[in-house]
């Protein structure tokens, strides 16, 4: 779309021109990555993700599919530098919490409860899903202990030591801003409204929302 086209320009700054594909190619390898992965062909369907990234490389979508795929095929380490690449890209509230529940399942893994804990609590001030109550219930039985109450310091610690992003990618609002401007010069005010409605819902920033209105 117009939104990851600007942002495409603004991450990989392209010195040749780019062309809109009338096929969605990217969404059709993403949903072949999706089928394989449920049959349990985690090689296929890395390749299909792959090559959906090749026709989109902007699309957190895909990212997180193949991320989940190497989840499964317990790469941990290829699992975390997707997520953190899906961050650099997220442009919904749901996207973000994603990422922070991929890095509190990390800590699982590694067996650091307490630091998983604050990650899942933090995901759902982003957006709230089941998968976090059943996480943090398995924290207790691995732990024998009381899941420890989220606390804004610790959190605040483990983003700086592991360089989380604290919210969205500024590259993500600041090309949503930009293309608000722009379509609203051009008379596109509907596009121009999306994108700040984008900028707005990511950042809550009452300076966003005084021109949505």
């Known amino acids: 779309d117009i ?35 449920e049959a349990g062909d985690y090689a296929g369907a890395a390749g299909a993700l792959t090559e959906a990234l090749t026709w989109n490389p902007v699309d957190p979508e895909a990212v997180f599919e193949l991320a989940e795929v190497h989840k499964l095929r317990r790469n941990i380490h290829a699992f975390l530098d997707e997520t953190r690449r899906a961050f650099g890209l997220a442009v919904t509230r749901e ?8 890095w509190g399942y ?34 207790n039985q691995m732990t024998g202990k009381d899941v ?32 608000a401007d722009q ?11 999306q994108c700040r409605r984008m900028a707005f819902d990511l950042t809550g920033d009452p300076k966003i929302k005084e021109k949505l209105n």
């Open 3 to 37: 939104f990851q086209l600007f942002l495409y320009h603004k991450i990989f700054a392209p010195k040749k021109p780019v062309e809109p594909c009338p096929i969605q190619f990217s969404r059709l390898y993403r949903l072949k990555g999706r089928l394989l992965a």
């Open 183 to 193: 379509s609203e010069a051009e008379g596109e005010a509907e596009l121009a409204h």
């Open 95 to 102: 996207q973000l919490a994603r990422g922070y529940r991929n």
């Open 106 to 139: 990390y800590f699982i893994e590694k067996g650091r409860y307490d630091q998983a804990a604050q990650l899942y609590f933090f995901s759902n001030a982003f957006s709230s899903h089941d998968l976090v109550l059943n996480e943090l219930l398995y924290i």
């Open 148 to 179: 420890p109450s989220p606390d804004q310091d610790k959190l605040l610690a483990i983003l700086e030591r592991y360089k989380i992003p604290l919210g969205p990618s500024d590259t993500v609002v600041d090309t949503a801003l930009a293309l």
